[in-house]
């Protein structure tokens, strides 16, 4: 079983849809967490960045964590093209510096 | 702004080639890593380095070893290409904090016919 798992998708919606973008993990230990978008040809770029279970809002983006449940997701809210990319969750234990990394959902939001 | 450089975009080596893949990041950070990015992998990690002249294996060494002369620049080198190391390479740095921010190169798209 991998330590980070992810739909891969693709996903494509509407413009202005509301899109939900879920990871779930085995390893109790990850403590932050993180979701990447990268766009095609290009690397990856931190979206967002969360310690522990909650939620975290950044403009349409909110990311939210349930450690009880292993289980974290991004949402975006009214979304556009400009959105289109792959979405990558990543997480990290207290101590140490490897990223785990799920395989990418990847979004087309259509005009 | 933080960078992350990569030498090439696009290479294109032979089996059985030394191929070299230079990564330089200008923001002091202690840690660089090398990925390699397949479609239904996702990212694997083959490298990491938390100091100069130090390293540590990812996920996936085999076919390949590192190098880390400056602070500032990884190598990866694979010693002798073969076509399953066709992929896409990510180099990425960050500091030395779990809570830190790891900042990706532009990537370098490798072809081995």
């Known amino acids: 079983q991998k330590e980070v798992e992810q739909d891969p998708g693709p996903l494509s919606v509407p413009e202005g849809a509301i899109v939900s973008l879920n990871c779930t993990y085995s390893n109790s230990a990850f403590q932050y967490f993180m979701w990447y978008r990268q766009y095609s040809r290009k690397g990856p770029e931190l979206l967002m960045y969360?310690?522990?279970?909650g939620n975290k809002e950044d403009g349409r983006f909110t990311a939210q964590v349930d450690k009880s449940s292993k289980y974290i997701s991004l949402f975006i809210r009214d979304s556009q093209p400009s959105d289109s990319a792959t979405y990558l969750c990543?997480?990290?234990?207290?101590?140490?510096?490897?990223?785990?990394f799920g395989t990418g959902t990847s979004l087309t939001v259509i005009p | 702004d933080v960078k992350v450089t990569q030498s090439s975009r696009y290479l294109v080596k032979r089996t059985g080639e030394k191929v070299f893949l230079e990564c330089v990041q200008d923001m002091d950070h202690e840690n660089m890593f090398w990925y390699r990015q397949d479609p239904g992998l996702g990212l694997r990690l083959i490298y990491f380095?938390?100091?100069?002249?130090?390293?540590e294996k990812g996920d996936i060494p085999e076919g390949y070893s590192v190098s880390r002369e400056k602070k500032e620049r990884f190598s990866l080198i694979l010693e002798s290409a073969s076509t399953n190391q066709t992929s896409m390479y990510l180099c990425?740095?960050?500091?030395?904090?779990?809570?830190?921010?790891?900042?990706f190169g532009p990537g370098t798209r490798l072809t081995v016919l």
């Open positions: 380095s938390y100091d100069v002249k130090m390293k």
């Open positions: 969360t310690y522990s279970s």
């Open positions: 990543a997480m990290i234990p207290n101590t140490g510096n490897q990223f785990y």
């Open positions: 990425a740095s960050k500091y030395g904090g779990p809570r830190d921010e790891q900042f």
